[in-house]
Each structure stands twice: as C-alpha cells, then as structure tokens.
C-alpha cells in the first residue's frame, strides 16, 4: 500500500551485523510513530514476497533521511534489495516454534516436529540471539535425552544440503575443545585417502583462534568450495578439506555454535547433535572423535569423556552409522608455528618427511590416523599405526595431499613474512610453561589469520635447556606496524614463555 | 598508548540501541585487524577512566571515516565522551558473575554473593542480551527455591535506591500480567492516600501497550519526578503517582523484564524477586498484588495462583513485610477509553462521580482500594469497600487526587484529539466478543502513547444490543494521516468487535 508510513526506501548503510538482520529508521519517522516501534523492537522487513525478522535501531542524527530504512549487509542480501528499493515494516508474528523452546523451559521433552521446526526457524532467521541463547540454555538445563538428542541431530541434518556417496564406508574425524592440534587434519586425510578411504572433510575457519583448519589449508589450495565442486574433488580423490562454513552442511550449527560460545555453554546433548549433524551430512559412515581431557579443555574429566562417548556411540548407530572416541590427555600445543602460513609449514614438513618437522605433530597424526584406518577395517587392530607410517614414509600422502590441493583450484606456495622479531631468553634456566592464550593473541595482533604468513613461530619444547640469549620464539608480520604492536605487547605483558631454574 | 591501532576518534552517530552498547568500526581498520575482532565481537571501550562493554559492528561504507569509532546514545553516554575523544578497544574480561549463570543452568543453586554479582554486573552494562536471555531460561528451568528467591530480591533491592519513611505503615499495590484496568491505580491511590495512608506508587510506561498508567498519569501531572522530589511529594500528600523509571529503584529489573518480554518468559521465582524489590525499595511494609486468571492472563489457572501467592507471601515475610494477594477472574477490559488522555478522561470521571463515569472500572477501584484499607488496618475486615464508596463519593478522594498533581508540579487540562472517525455497527445483533489485540493496535497506530490524546474509545459493551449504524467505537488522532492510517487497517482488519444475533 504506497503512501502508508510504513515503507520506507532501502538504503545499504554497510554495516556488518553478522548474521543477525538489523534495520535502522529515523526515531522521528511516521513508521516508529505509528507502529509503536521502539528502538531493539522485533520487525518483520518485506520487499516484494521476500521477508526477513530484523532488529530495529532508531537514528536521531542525519545519517539517514527522512522516509529512508538503513539496512545491514545480512538484511540487504536476505531481502535482494537495490538502492531506493521500496521495504515495509510490520509487527512480525512470533515464530511458533518458540512455544516449544518455552515449554523445554519448563520440562517439557522436544519431539520431532518440534526440534524440526524449532531447526528451521533459527535457519530462516526468525530468531534473535536472545532467543537462540534461551534455547541452548534451557538444553543444559534441563538435559537433553537419548530421543531428544536424536530429534535435533535429525532436524540439523535435515536444514541443509546432504551428500550421499554410494560407498559402504566414508570416513571422518572430529576433535573437540579446539586444542592446538587441529592442524593434524589435512595430514591426517592424505594418510587415510592413500589407503583407498573416503574422507570427504569439512572444516571450520577461526572465529578467536589465529587459525581455524580452514584457514590453515586455504594458504595451500582454495577451500571456499560450493557442494557440486566439492563432490567432484572427492570423487576424483577419495578425500577433500574445505570450509564448511560454503558446503551449506547443518547450517543451523554455526547459528548454535556462535551463541554457545558467547555464553561458554554446550550441554552434551548439544555437542553430539552439533557433531553428528555435520558429519551425517557430509555422507560419513564412520567417525572418529578425539576428546581430550584436561583442565582447561572443554571435557574437563573422564567421567564426562565416557558419558559423551557412549551418547555418541548410541546416537550414531540410530543413524545407522559408527562412532569411535578416542578419550585421552592433550593439553600440550603440537607443532611450532601458531598462524595459518606457519600451521601450514608445518603440515609440509611432516608430509614431505622432512628432518626439521616437528616430531609431536608426525606423532599425533600417525595415532590419529592409525585409529581412522583401524575403524574403517583399513588395517587390521594394532597395526593402523604402522600402516600409517608406511603410507608416510613412502611418500604416497605427501602425493594423495598434492593431488587432493590440485583438485580443489592448484597448490599455491608457502607466503613468508616481510618482517620478523625474535624473543630471546633473558636468562639461563629450563622451560617449565608455555601460556596458550597469550602466544594466540601475539599472533593474532601480529596479524593472523587475515594476514596469512603472520603469527608466532616456537623455538623451545617444554623442559629444554636454554642459555641466556636463545631465541624462545619468532614474531611474523605482514607490516611494520602490526609487528611493532604485536612485539610490545609480548614485551608489556610478562612471560609467555617461562623459563627458570 | 598513543598511536597504537586500538585507539580512535569517538564519533556520535545518534543510533539509539536502548540500553545495549553499540561500537562501529570500519571494516579494515587497523584496530579490527590487530585485535582480530570479528563482527558482533563483545569489546570493552575505554576512555580516560572510564570503561563499556559494548557490541562491535563492522562497517564497510563511508558512513566512518578512518581512525573513527561511532558509538550508540547509550555508549556515548555512559563513556561521557565529545566529538573526537580518543577512545581505545579492548578484548573484554567476561564477567566473573557468568560462572554463577552457567553453574545455574547445570543445576548448582545460587547464593547471596552470586546473585549480588550477577545482578552488579547487569546494571553495569556487563552482560549482552544473550547473557541475561540465558539468565532468565536457567532460572525458568531450574526452578529458584525460596533461598534463591531471597538472594535474588535482595541483591535487586541492593542495586539501586532504596526509600525509608519512618512510618509503621507504608502501602503498595501491584497488578500482574498488564490486563486494561491499570488505569485503577490513580483512583486507588487517591482513595486510600485521603484516609490518611502513605502510598508511594511508582509505575511504568508502555512497552507494547497504548498506555502503560504512567503515561496515563502522564496527561494529568508531570511524572518525571526525581527521587527527592518523589520523596518531597509523599511527606507532603501521603501518596504520589510517578514513572518508576526515572527513580532507579531497582534498576535490574527494567533490564529483565525486556528480555523475559522478548522470550515471554518468566518464572515464579522471578516475578515474585521482580515484584517486591521494587516495593521494598519504595519503602512499602504492606503490598497487595492483584493476580488475575485467565487464558490469556499471565497466570493460567488457580494452582499457579496459589503457588505464586504463597511464594510472594514467605519471601515477603523475609524481608519483614506483609504481602497478601487478590486471585480472581479478570479477562474483560475496564473502562472505556484506550490511550493516554481517554484513559485519564475514566479517571476523572470516577473521581469527580460523574452520570457518565464507566461503572466497571469504578467498581474495580472499590474493591482493590478497599482490599488496601483493610491490609493497612484502616478499615475492618469486611467493611474496606464501605469506606472506599464513603471516600470517593464524598469528594475527599477527587480533592486528594489533585492536591497530589499539584504536588508532582501541577495539573494539566485533558487534551483533545483534532481528528475523529467513528466505526459503526454493519447490523443488528449482540456484542459478542471484543478483539482486544486489534484494539490495541488500532490505538498505536492512531499514535498513542506518545499522541497522548490519541486512541480508541469504545461505546459499547459485551452483551449490549446494537442497531445497525449503532457507534461502536471512535478513533482518535492528532493527524489525519495517523487517523487515516488507523481507520484503513481497522477496515482491512476484519472484526474488531463481534456483533452477531
């Protein structure tokens, strides 16, 4: 209806809002007058038959004109606006599912229909974070049973694109907690897929680490690969490592994922869902999870470890398909370079068998791979460690892993910093601590993961022998700048590395 | 630090985000890159000794120069900053409260110190929506037991002002669930303020209603009154009738009950916390709470009712307070008029005991002021209606009510709409439904809360017999585009009130 107050002409105000629709008017508009819009109010924003659920904030300063919607990027795309385009806003009607998010709240079990269209909804964009973060808590909260976990792990799978491969066994991985270590993956596949597996894997790119698997494998080959391509890479191969985040695979996961980090909240129902989801759509038949146990990782005891191990199991096979945990201790970084260009060196070396790669990432990825190998009747118990290593020695990974970068666009060359500075020892003693989280924020102010090459180099195992002036680590940046910045903050904030008597 | 990437030049862009604190920063600036924040990152922004957390929003248009951060009106305000101050960003230190919300939602209870520190760190601005969103579903789904109930309300009471009076007695009411029939509250007030009560009333605007009763009290007398003020008008007339808002008692609350609206949500344990600390804090020792019941009332049947009450009763008695509640029917509107002026137009009819005054809601004021007299032991048990009927009819309350506005800063003649439109009845028949949603909306979209003489106002009731032609009921505007507005969507809208034989 033309002429009413409220539509209003779309301007693109280039505001990034992640995934979450925002829409700004003038506070002094007929629309927020008339609708009794306040400013946070849910809206409903139509442009011809598309419809998204925004945000609305109310402008009082002249970034926009009267009678104009400023909208964000996620809003613009959802809608397919031009510039001058005609949107109208409206009292949105609550999504429905909510009733069953509610009704969790209060004890009530989500059944199918329910997990079903709760999934779809969060997909669609009807819900707010606020809701989102309703709906994972009252998960924890009252925990999510067997048929539950079933119904969301169904309902996730079910919102996105699903590959099928026509094999008895496709193989896959998972580690939770997001330890270093991550990057024995793209190893990991080209030891796997050698031996004749199917490993189509997905990864995920760094939301506060300096480097997600996704990252890490995108300096050697592209991984910002659509579903079509990515099925014609792995029948061609046997196995790929791309980003999940372009494969459309359980897209409601990462809407999921983003909230329950920002609270620090997965109950373990949700962690299966989350994990199965993701690799029932990616065609896999048998999985592995790696589920360190450590204070500061995410499963904090055995008890828990055993407890997600058996949901796990019982989950998968009500999918018709296997999973094995491995539940063991992993609290130690693996590897020496903390950035996707450094990561990626790394994986090189250990690939290509070279002297100087590092011994505990050759290690890692062997065990890990030898239990693929096992699980997938690969190699007979107990020896999937020494088919492994066969497969790496022999140099038959290093060149499944540079078909597989062929596959997905060509290999690319290592990039190399512009400018580095070393930390040395200022005195003699042994290495007794390495701090994490603060060698991951030096690389990430040095300008990782954007910055492919920069980041953290270590030089030092835990318990070494160092003489006063050793170099403990290298600094790696694109620009002087982010050097500078990166350098003085190691320099301000205390040791990163403790060395002492 | 001087020229390190983190600091930039505070820019107000006039984005009014509510009480949630809003960072943009252009996309590829140096700050985003160094620090690795992502879109939609928490961020703490500091300027000289002062400190937010805030959302950060990337922005990729022209909208920000480079070096610029623009902050949100709430930001803005809490930093106290001038155009151009330098401002720096800063990976947050989450609060140390969010443990006690998630121990919460794995099932531990909450003590006195969390529940001070949670509630600290929500009125300074710690937590985002998403945090409190997770509050509140943790405290709907593990239900708070009375110590919880006790801890919460007190750390509520804690967080803002809190008024004393030196009196024995100190009357309150509360009605739940927001039915039409707040308009009572001037009527009460003035009733048992002229038998000599003390009756200091704090209300609330409307969120998503026409009118909340401070917007209704609004039109008569300034509302916007200061604690000391507040304080002056009650030593002076016994009573008063101002926003809640602009007094700060227990300001958690207010930032709550937005997401609970959100989520419609909303524990027991909850309702009782948010219920009497705002009565403690007012300083009341006695406190009626109107609970209706109903199908569409917040509260469903008679067995929450009476859990509710006796929770409010104990937790009450905690504090050293009586709290005795009034559980009954109360599905129907009251009064006539919907919208601020057509509200306080009832009110003054009642007062004054004018022919025309609408029967129900003077009733409905007896009885809730009669209940008020007996708990405050002005009146004996069984005769609080008498002395109401006595009070009002002799014109002692009309002459209260208006020594109270004068007291607030004096009383305003009630405005007129300049626009009208009278919706009649298309046949014959009986009232027999009225849609009390559309109703609303119709009021807002003529412009009410803030056209204060805008509305609806309804000429009949349920069960009269209508004539064709009949009025049933008139919208009122300030425009004729507003008054268009309305009257098109009424038309468009189907059957606002039913007539059928």
């Known amino acids: 209806m033309p002429g009413l107050p409220n539509t209003l002409k779309a301007r693109r105000l280039g505001i990034d809002t992640h995934h979450e629709a925002v829409v700004f008017v003038r506070a002094d508009s007929a629309v927020s007058r008339s609708e009794g819009f306040a400013s946070r109010a849910r809206v409903e924003v139509r442009h011809l038959d598309r419809r998204v659920v925004a945000t609305l904030y109310h402008v009082t300063s002249e970034i926009l004109a009267e009678g104009e919607a400023g909208l964000s990027d996620s809003a613009w795309r959802g809608l397919r606006l031009v510039d001058g385009a005609p949107v109208s806003l409206h009292h949105p009607v609550p999504a429905q ?23 779809t909804d969060i997909v669609a964009g009807q819900y707010s974070d606020v809701h989102i973060a309703s709906f994972v808590t009252a998960c924890t909260a009252r925990p ?25 066994i496709v ?21 796997v897929v050698a031996n004749g597996l199917c490993m189509p894997k997905t990864s995920s790119r760094a939301i506060t680490s300096p480097a997600g698997t996704a990252d890490t494998m995108e300096v050697l080959a592209p991984v910002n690969l659509d579903i079509a391509t990515m099925r014609r890479v792995v029948e ?11 494969v459309g695979l359980s897209p409601a996961d990462d809407l999921l994922i983003r ?28 999985v592995v999870v790696d589920i360190p146990v450590g204070a500061t990782a995410k499963v904090r005891n055995d008890a828990a470890a055993h407890s997600l191990s058996s949901m796990l199991t019982e989950v998968a096979n009500a999918f018709g398909i296997r999973c094995h945990s491995l539940i063991g201790d992993g609290t130690q970084p693996i590897g020496r ?93 042994a290495v007794r601590r390495f701090d994490n989280r603060k060698l991951a924020l030096i690389a990430k ?32 940046a694109h620009t002087t700048g982010e050097l500078t910045y990166a350098s003085e903050f190691a320099a301000r904030n205390g040791e990163v590395i403790a060395v002492d008597d």
């Open 144 to 168: 999510l049973d067997f048929n539950e976990v079933v119904a969301l792990t169904g309902a996730m799978i079910e919102a996105g694109g699903r590959l099928r491969w026509n094999l008895p």
């Open 259 to 286: 909230v329950e980090r920002a609270l620090d909240l997965d109950g373990e129902g949700q962690m299966v869902a989350s994990i199965l989801s993701k690799k029932i759509a990616a065609g896999a038949t048998r």
């Open 236 to 246: 061609q191969e046997g196995g790929c490592i791309v980003w999940g985040g372009a």
């Open 171 to 191: 193989i896959d991985k998972h580690c939770i907690g997001g330890l270093p270590g991550n990057r024995t993956t793209p190893i990991v596949v080209a030891i």
């Open 337 to 429: 370079g903390i950035g996707p260009a450094l990561e990626a060196r790394d994986v090189l070396q250990v690939l290509r068998c070279e002297a100087a790669a590092p011994e505990d990432l050759r290690q890692r990825a062997l065990f890990i791979a030898g239990e693929l190998l096992e699980v997938a009747g690969a190699a007979p118990s107990g020896s999937g460690v020494v088919l492994a290593q066969r497969t790496l020695d022999s140099g038959a990974a290093a060149r499944k892993f540079d078909a597989i970068c062929r596959a997905q666009g060509g290999m690319r060359p290592l990039p190399i910093a512009a400018h580095s500075h070393v930390v040395a020892a200022t005195r003699a003693g």
């Open 97 to 119: 599912s909510l009733a069953a998010v509610r009704g969790k709240a209060f004890g009530r079990n989500i059944d199918e229909d329910s997990a079903r269209s709760i999934i």
């Open 445 to 476: 102010l040095a300008g990782a993961p954007d910055a492919k090459a920069a980041g953290v180099d270590l030089h030092v195992h835990l318990g070494d022998s160092i003489a006063p002036g050793q170099p403990l680590y290298t600094i790696h």
